[in-house]
């Protein structure tokens, strides 16, 4: 009965988004309150409910400080011999645009930061989307896919990281074999952007753009502004630098490491305090319409782990799973993760269920390292859910719906979860027989 509710409760939450019955922060908030009470939860809401909150307040103070960071950076114009290069390059061509959004993602998606891939990859390249009218969502797609094959499986990747601790695997043998799927997950994103980019070239058309004298399409978009910072440039690439070396390892909680590097840029590039007030206020409606997304979506998932509909849902899955099916534990656990990491947040998914379904596995005899790798395939589908705060910092940066965006991004994200799944069976990173 638990299971049923929560199920209900995640068809209809998702239908009321999609549809745009309500807005995410209402439905992330309404739906699972009601929920909560049709199943008799109504004492324990507003623990369950500070539970979610208190739970999401790390990620909702790392997104805050890392959108003024890298907006701090990207007003000083950090990024623009970047961004330069990347334009002059793909020039008008909506196919180059696009392959050259994937390859640029795909590189900064190696940090296994997604607010970093993001922000990064939208300062380049939303401004000629916009500029030659192609669609931003195509944008959001490519950047999603090549986080979810970049930091998806990587080691340092946030869910790998859970996978290999939870089960206490090395992180060398769990990722050596994983390898050639990487490389042929990072070749489907090429791909898909290059079938993107022929849809947009279709739709309209390829636009040489000038790229020299006074109406170069580059300095129109890059612009020249009172803010930029040329001469400093150098300086704040250190910075970028000494932060992220310090994110890989560990030296500080990621959410404090964007606050210091936030404020030291701040100090660097604008000294004087009414320029500090300025360019805080400049990002301030991003950041807050973010981090209040990030609450609502803390309200949901404390709420669905506090009624314990989530455990319910995982156990009721490993119990529907035929015996016969033994041998092909590996793939089912593959093909099941799309749907149970979009319901779940990573530390639910694989503090909570991976384990339930290692030890299932190892009645088959089945090794917990294939287990693991199987658990990561569907980080494509995972990222397009309401409950990752960076999907949510994705679609407001391209001034779009989350709803929009699950419906244009769930084939290609299906697609890609299908294709590294084959690929790691194909090189026997998980196999169908122990």
């Known amino acids: 009965m638990l299971a049923l509710l929560g199920l209900a409760m995640v068809i209809v939450f998702t239908v009321l988004i999609m549809t745009k019955r309500l807005s995410p922060i209402v439905a992330l908030t309404v739906v699972p309150i009601v929920f909560a009470l049709i199943g008799g939860f109504g004492g324990g809401l507003?623990?369950?409910?500070?539970?979610?909150?208190?739970?999401?307040?790390?990620?909702?103070?790392?997104?805050?400080?890392?959108i003024l960071f890298f907006g701090i950076l990207i007003d000083a114009?950090?990024?623009?011999?970047?961004?330069?290069?990347?334009?002059?390059?793909?020039?008008?061509?909506?196919?180059?645009?696009?392959?050259?959004?994937?390859?640029?993602?795909?590189?900064?998606?190696?940090?296994?930061d997604g607010t970093?891939?993001?922000?990064?990859?939208?300062?380049?390249?939303?401004?000629?989307?916009?500029?030659?009218?192609?669609?931003?969502?195509?944008?959001?797609?490519?950047?999603?896919?090549?986080?979810?094959?970049?930091?998806?499986?990587?080691?340092?990747?946030?869910?790998?990281?859970?996978?290999?601790?939870?089960?206490?695997?090395?992180a060398g043998e769990?990722?050596?074999?994983?390898?050639?799927t990487v490389i042929g997950g990072a070749a489907w994103v090429v791909f898909t952007a290059w079938m993107l980019g022929r849809g947009e070239r279709k739709r309209v058309g390829s636009v040489v753009l000038q790229s020299g004298g006074s109406n170069c399409y580059i300095e129109e978009i890059l612009g020249d502004s009172t803010h930029k910072r040329p001469r400093l440039a150098w300086l704040n690439l250190l910075l970028v630098a000494a932060v992220m070396v310090a994110l890989v390892m560990g030296v500080m909680h990621s959410a404090v490491l964007f606050l210091i590097g936030?404020?030291?840029?701040?100090?660097?590039?604008?000294?004087h305090l009414e320029q500090q007030k300025e360019r805080v206020l400049a990002h301030a409606g991003n950041a807050m319409t973010v981090v209040l997304l990030v609450f609502s979506a803390g309200v949901f998932a404390g709420i669905f782990s506090g009624t314990k509909m989530v455990d319910a849902l995982a156990q009721g899955l490993v119990d529907m799973i035929p015996a016969e099916w033994g041998k092909l534990f590996p793939l089912v656990v593959a093909i099941t993760s799309m749907p149970l990491t979009f319901v779940l947040s990573n530390d639910a998914y694989y503090f909570g269920v991976?384990?339930?379904?290692?030890?299932?596995?190892?009645?088959?005899?089945?090794?917990s390292l294939e287990i693991a790798r199987a658990s990561v395939l569907g980080q494509p589908v995972h990222l397009m859910s309401p409950l990752v705060a960076s999907t949510l910092l994705l679609v407001g940066m391209v001034d779009r719906d989350i709803g929009e965006f699950q419906k244009a991004a769930f084939k290609w994200a299906v697609l890609t979860s299908?294709?590294?799944?084959?690929?790691?069976?194909?090189?026997?990173?998980i196999t169908f027989i122990a």
């Open 418 to 429: 299908l294709v590294i799944t084959a690929l790691a069976l194909l090189t026997g990173a």
């Open 262 to 271: 936030f404020v030291v840029a701040l100090i660097i590039n604008y000294p």
């Open 354 to 367: 991976v384990p339930i379904l290692s030890n299932a596995a190892a009645a088959y005899g089945i090794d």
């Open 174 to 180: 769990f990722f050596v074999p994983l390898l050639p």
């Open 116 to 170: 970093t891939t993001y922000m990064i990859t939208c300062a380049a390249m939303l401004p000629l989307y916009k500029r030659i009218g192609m669609n931003p969502m195509v944008l959001a797609i490519l950047a999603m896919l090549s986080l979810s094959i970049m930091s998806g499986m990587s080691p340092w990747g946030g869910p790998t990281t859970r996978a290999i601790a939870v089960l206490g695997l090395d």
């Open 77 to 112: 114009g950090l990024f623009d011999p970047l961004i330069r290069r990347i334009l002059k390059v793909v020039n008008g061509d909506p196919v180059k645009i696009a392959m050259g959004t994937a390859l640029l993602s795909l590189l900064v998606a190696l940090d296994g």
């Open 46 to 66: 507003g623990k369950m409910m500070l539970d979610g909150l208190k739970m999401v307040a790390p990620s909702a103070a790392l997104l805050l400080f890392a």
